[in-house]
């Protein structure tokens, strides 16, 4: 019975140590996306022992963000207590901001081609007149 046990403590053990890593090592691609897998590592990490709060798993998300997202982590970070905040409303937040982001680059690559539309039919007309 006890080898039975300490086989199983060290495959949790091993386990653990291999979800940790992944945990650690996690990157930010999408906010939706990113944090699926964050939340399914983290829940996987529990069912192994792990001892893990929200605000470990905040604290880590908002570690691994992007660049792009560096003034909304700095605005979260000091206008919310990190102990009181939950997942869902930084998830939230962030959808929120990268929503905009998208937008406004939706909205600049717009002008951009419309621009150039612009300068190029109008010298075509231009050398044909």
Same mark, same amino acid.
């Given at each position: 019975?006890?080898?039975? /046990? %300490?086989?199983?403590?060290? @495959? !949790?053990?091993?386990?653990?140590?291999? *979800?940790?890593?992944?945990?650690? $090592?996690? %990157?930010? !691609?999408?906010?939706?996306?990113?944090?699926?897998?964050? *939340?399914?590592?983290?829940?996987?990490?529990?069912?192994?022992?792990?001892?893990?709060?929200?605000?470990?798993?905040? +604290?880590?998300?908002?570690? =691994?963000?992007?660049?792009?997202?560096? /003034?909304? $982590?700095? #605005? $979260?970070?000091? =206008?919310?207590?990190?102990?009181?905040?939950?997942?869902? +409303? *930084? %998830?939230?937040? *962030?959808?929120?901001?990268?929503?905009?982001?998208?937008?406004?680059? #939706?909205?600049?690559?717009?002008?951009?081609? @419309? =621009? /150039?539309?612009?300068? $190029? &039919?109008?010298?075509?007309?231009?050398? &044909? &007149?």
């Amino acid at each position: 019975m006890k080898q039975k /046990y %300490q086989g199983t403590t060290r @495959v !949790k053990r091993a386990q653990l140590q291999a *979800l940790r890593r992944e945990f650690e $090592v996690l %990157q930010m !691609k999408g906010v939706d996306e990113y944090f699926a897998r964050t *939340l399914t590592i983290a829940n996987k990490m529990k069912v192994n022992g792990e001892k893990m709060n929200q605000t470990v798993i905040i +604290e880590k998300i908002l570690r =691994s963000m992007t660049s792009k997202f560096d /003034y909304v $982590v700095c #605005s $979260v970070e000091e =206008s919310n207590d990190l102990d009181t905040l939950t997942i869902d +409303e *930084l %998830q939230s937040s *962030l959808l929120v901001h990268e929503q905009r982001m998208n937008g406004h680059r #939706s909205g600049e690559e717009q002008v951009l081609k @419309v =621009s /150039y539309e612009d300068r $190029v &039919g109008g010298r075509g007309r231009g050398r &044909g &007149g």
